[in-house]
T-cell receptor
Framework: GQQLNQSPQSMFIQEGEDVSMNCTSS?????WLWYKQDPGEGPVLLIA?????ELTSNGRLTAQFGITRKDSFLNISASIPSDVGIYFC???????????????FGQGTILTVHP | EAQVTQNPRYLITVTGKKLTVTCSQN?????MSWYRQDPGLGLRQIYY???????DKGDVPEGYKVSRKEKRNFPLILESPSPNQTSLYFC???????????????FGEGSRLTVL
């Protein structure tokens, strides 16, 4: 299946620091999404991106849909302890192909925030 | 309350004993999907359904079956479970917004399955 390479795999930061993570693919995606998973729960959507070059914010979170359509970035500013969790990128291939309904996830970035 | 409900949440079973994990959503969503989560591998798609009576394989469908007889339900069936199917399973649904696809998923709380 399709591969999404998400990095870094884990991050240990101090409260107040900014965080950056990214996802890359060898394939072109028409949609990029970022999810967060709290311990013991299912992932929750943070940001959805539908257009190359799009930059979208949700509070302290900002995500970008790469110009090449093969990558996406998520930034968290001024981290707080409740930012702890696993962050996943996800991408959907271009419409019209046989993989239209498939949504591919990255391996996840485990974020730990020290108070 | 809008939600995706999975049952059971926890299950320990033995190799070869058929089991079904149920999934139900109350949001009238067209699209439903099953994922498994394993450490270091992220979420991998097992099967998905674009609508009633329409199902397709994801990236790791081997050993699993699904059915979509009603819009709200999408059960995952393990006909003969094996230890390599020990995992955390998530059901998800979305509106499936036409050309934009099924991306904005609502996930259930997960079902942790152990096969001995």
């Amino acid at each position: 299946g399709q591969q999404l390479n998400q990095s870094p795999q884990s991050m240990f930061i101090q409260e107040g620091e900014d965080v950056s993570m990214n996802c890359t693919s060898s394939s072109i995606f028409n949609t990029w999404l970022w999810y967060k998973q709290d311990p013991g729960e299912g992932p929750v959507l943070l940001i959805a991106l539908y257009k190359a070059g799009e930059l979208t914010s949700n509070g302290r979170l900002t995500a970008q849909f790469g110009i090449t359509r093969k990558d996406s970035f998520l930034n968290i500013s001024a981290s707080i302890p409740s930012d702890v969790g696993i962050y996943f990128c996800a991408g959907q291939l271009e419409t019209g192909g046989t993989s239209y309904g498939k949504l591919t996830f990255g391996q996840g970035t485990i974020l730990t925030v020290h108070p | 309350e809008a939600q995706v409900t999975q049952n059971p949440r926890y299950l320990i079973t033995v190799t070869g004993k058929k089991l079904t994990v149920t999934c139900s959503q109350n949001m009238n969503h067209e699209y439903m999907s099953w994922y498994r989560q394993d450490p270091g591998l992220g979420l991998r798609q097992i099967y998905y359904s674009m609508n009633v009576e329409v199902t397709d394989k994801g990236d790791v469908p081997e050993g699993y079956k699904v059915s979509r007889k009603e819009k709200r339900n999408f059960p995952l069936i393990l006909e003969s479970p094996s230890p390599n199917q020990t995992s955390l399973y998530f059901c998800a649904s979305s509106l499936s917004q036409g050309a934009l696809g099924p991306g904005e998923l609502f996930f259930g709380e997960g079902s942790r399955l152990t096969v001995l």
